[in-house]
């Protein structure tokens, strides 16, 4: 099992209700794939370093902690490119 730390960044504009639904939904993914989360850290909205897709300059930032195997990841990433609400993401290994 590997440690593994995601940043992921969603679109300003949503409700509350939203970035609660997308952050369970994107976590029971982890979980459906058998990756135990460790940690959920809502960051809140916070200005972007620099312009996304030309009109965004500001997210909701989540970090995910959790251990698992590398299917988790590729299965997070699939629906993190799908769904138009994450406009950035970034996936981290952490070395044991």
Known sequence: MNKYETMFILKPELEEEAYDTLVERFKGILEGEGAEVTNVNRMGRRKLAYEVKKKFNEGYY???NYTGESRATDEL?????????????LFVKEEE
């Open 77 to 89: 990433e699939r629906n993190f490119r799908i769904s138009d609400d994450v406009i950035r993401y």
């Open 62 to 64: 989540v970090l995910f």
